[in-house]
């Protein structure tokens, strides 16, 4: 709505132009946002870390994929965690309780995590001793999309409780994402979810995007995942 | 809401440039939002008047010129508009596109007294 006259919808911003003097400034809104993230990505670069940046509706399993996959690999790989939720430290609870190095950020009411949040939040990590740094974005499938954080990529959690054309939904997201991982595969049998629709809606939003489908309780597709992680670290520490 | 982080990005760059500048007030803000940016104009405006409280953009004006997505095949070179991300070539069908607007989101410009 306008806030000059109270008229919707946005387009009638047209009134008598104030007589002043014009000022050209031509700067990115989100530029603050993508210096900082910047700085993280020359942190990181520094420290050889690769930093993946899970994003997905709220309840999609992103927490649970991160237990299992720090439980598997953590004798193997050295691993901190930033979690983001707009309240409570629960879910840093939970990846603490795994023996990883976890830090809460609690955006109040923000819907996403920004480069400024990782840049204080990896404060609390000797990033030297850390190869793979995981941070779980706010449950949300719109505003993360916009928020370079500094990372290596994005990977967008979707379940199979959800709607199979969530990628044409949330565009954005899955064409920013550099992997799609397709979770709870052990509950497709009692649902109506195509999974090959699902395939087919990612890969016409973004045609580079990799697929892994897993689920955390029968195991399947897990060891795909993990490869996943070990050759995108190999590449990172070329 | 991540409408008011952007907005208040806004204030603080027509801010930092009014003072830049001598300026005793901002009358007005010229903002560039392209129809794919993530961002709903409508929210712009409705956090833009709690944003400017206070500042030298107190009472200024937010003007909002939504910029129209488009894009170039990359296989027969046509150039069509967009309404969303998911585009086909309207001559030959390909989804081998690039964008070549509507991303935007920038502060264009400003009118200062």
């Not at chain 1, 104030?18 to 990181?44: C, H, M, S, V, Y």
């Not at chain 1, 983001?84 to 809460?104: C, E, F, K, L, Y």
Request: aromatic share 4%.
């Amino acid at each position: 709505m306008c806030i000059d006259c109270g008229c919707a919808p946005a387009e009638h911003h047209h009134h008598d132009a104030p007589k002043g003097k014009k000022i050209t400034i031509e700067e990115d809104l989100l530029a603050k946002n993508n210096r900082l993230a910047q700085r993280n990505r020359a942190l990181f670069q520094q420290h050889a870390l690769l930093v993946l940046n899970l994003v997905s509706s709220p309840g999609s399993g992103k927490t649970t994929i991160l237990e299992t996959t720090l439980t598997d690999l953590q004798s193997e790989l050295a691993f901190a965690v930033l979690e983001g939720d707009q309240q409570t430290s629960n879910d840093a609870d939970r990846i603490a309780a795994t023996g990883v190095p976890a830090h809460q950020i609690n955006t109040g009411a923000g819907c996403h995590l920004d480069a400024h949040m990782v840049g204080h939040g990896v404060e609390h990590f000797d990033l030297d001793a850390t190869d793979i740094l995981m941070i779980e974005n706010v449950g949300n499938l719109v505003c993360p999309a916009s928020f370079d954080l500094g990372e290596d990529a994005k990977v967008a959690v979707l379940s199979v409780t959800e709607g199979e054309d969530k990628p044409l939904k949330y565009p954005q997201m899955f064409r920013a994402s550099n992997l799609m991982l397709i979770n709870k595969m052990d509950l497709l049998p009692f649902l109506r979810f195509d999974l090959e629709k699902c395939r087919e809606y990612a890969k016409r939003v973004n045609p580079q995007i990799e697929i892994i489908e897993l689920s955390c309780y029968s195991r399947d597709g897990l060891e795909r995942w993990y490869d996943w992680l070990r050759s995108r670290l190999t590449k990172k520490k070329l | 809401m991540h409408e008011l982080g952007i907005t208040q990005s806004i204030v603080e760059i027509a801010e930092r440039t009014a003072r830049e500048q001598h300026a005793a007030k901002v009358l007005s803000v010229t903002v560039e939002v392209g129809s794919l940016s993530g961002v709903v104009p409508e929210a712009l405006d409705f956090c833009f008047e709690a944003c400017s409280n206070g500042t030298l953009l107190e009472g200024a004006q937010l003007l909002i010129e939504r910029i129209a997505a488009c894009a170039r095949c990359l296989d027969c070179g046509r150039e069509f508009p967009l309404d969303q991300l998911l585009a086909c070539c309207p001559v030959c069908d390909s989804a081998a596109c690039e964008l070549l607007a509507g991303e935007e989101l920038r502060i264009k410009e400003m009118e200062i007294d």
